[in-house]
């Protein structure tokens, strides 16, 4: 019988709990790999609060500061945990190796993993980045909002498009063979979407072109007033006057006539109509209307709001006030001020808006005669 050995602290903590082939997991082990993720942690939380603390997420916009902290995260616990398998005792050469699954083409392993995590994560920073640059752009006034957008869009699509090739070519696919599976599927499919495929043509034509762009204030077909919310490749939103959003396929902006009110400049005429009765002074409803018109904040001073005698109607004098506004997406809701702001003063100025009238004559009436009662 051989005396009990007790084993002191360091043998303890030595201690193997599980053993497989080179795994060897102890409590020192353990604690370690505990002390390497709680430190990736608390390291990654100074480092946000630090960055916080140069206004770096008012600088970049609470959209793109998360972007960059996904990628900073990312590379902190991808490195905690690394560090922590090898301590375990796994080879990190043959982790990431470790195969997760094959095809004929493809072999996909944990390194592949990454490397398209990685540069999904990075498109997604540089997007925000460029997206950055672009408000830049626009609040300095060097693009209107609308081209920059379209151009954002443009490169937007660009960025992905060489990601997923960058991705597959990481996966081991050879560029050669993808664009010419893509042609090929392409060609396969584009007699069964040629509706789809149009609206991709058309949705490339307006983002070239600037025939639409966001922020315009459009009038479809049927009359539907909306404003452009975001121009894509297939589709656009469109935001309309009951805030409803209209997912138009662009192929309605490029083979309809669109009435584009703001695609000029920001100001567009409407005019509101009004009768008056005969006898009325003419040029004191002249005056009135124009001092309707000037009141309103919403009505633009250059060009001058101006009146039109329109004709000597059959009930009535008419007229038409003429004005420019820059607030055209709710110009109803202005035009209907307009018209409570004018019958307040016709009222007080004792100008009568007529209703119709007509004079009914009657051709060889018929005379009801009375016969006697037997």
């Not at 001058?304 to 109607?313: A, E, H, Y």
């Amino acid at each position: 019988m051989q005396p009990d050995h007790k084993l002191n602290l360091w043998e303890l903590l030595n201690y193997s709990i599980f053993t497989y082939g080179s795994l060897k997991i102890s409590i020192l082990r353990i604690a370690i790999v505990v002390l390497i993720l709680a430190g990736a942690y608390f390291i990654f939380r100074f480092f946000r609060k630090w960055m916080m603390h140069l206004s770096i997420a008012e600088k970049l916009g609470m959209k793109r500061w998360r972007s960059f902290l996904r990628i900073i995260r990312l590379i902190f616990f991808l490195g905690a945990i690394l560090g922590s398998l090898s301590m375990l005792g796994f080879r990190i050469k043959q982790v990431l190796a470790f195969q997760l699954f094959e095809t004929d083409k493809i072999k996909f392993t944990v390194t592949h993993l990454l490397i398209v995590l990685a540069i999904l994560f990075i498109t997604r920073f540089i997007l925000n980045l460029i997206e950055y640059h672009f408000d830049n752009k626009i609040k300095q006034k060097r693009f209107d909002r609308g081209r920059g957008r379209s151009i954002y869009t443009i490169v937007q699509y660009l960025v992905w498009f060489m990601a997923i090739l960058l991705s597959l070519q990481a996966l081991g696919l050879k560029l050669t063979f993808v664009v010419a599976s893509s042609a090929a599927f392409l060609a396969g499919i584009g007699f069964g979407l040629q509706n789809i495929f149009s609206d991709f043509v058309s949705g490339l034509i307006i983002l070239f072109d600037r025939s639409l762009e966001v922020y315009d204030i459009v009038e479809l077909t049927d009359g539907t007033v909306g404003q452009v919310l975001e121009i894509n490749l297939r589709a656009s939103k469109i935001l309309t006057r009951n805030n409803q959003v209209l997912i138009v396929p662009n192929s309605k902006f490029t083979h309809d006539t669109i009435v584009n009110w703001s695609h000029n400049e920001a100001n567009t005429r409407f005019q509101v109509s009004v009768g008056v009765a005969y006898g009325s002074d003419v040029r004191l409803v002249e005056r009135l209307l124009l001092e309707a018109a000037n009141g309103h904040d919403d009505i633009s001073a250059n060009p001058k709001p101006f009146v039109r005698f329109n004709d000597f109607g059959n009930s009535s004098l008419d007229f038409q006030l003429y004005f420019w506004t820059a607030n055209s997406f709710y110009v109803e809701n202005l035009k209907s001020e307009l018209r409570f702001a004018i019958d307040d003063l016709f009222r007080q100025n004792n100008v009568n808006i007529p209703f119709p009238q007509r004079d009914v004559h009657f051709k060889n009436p018929i005379i009801i005669r009375n016969e006697p009662s037997e």
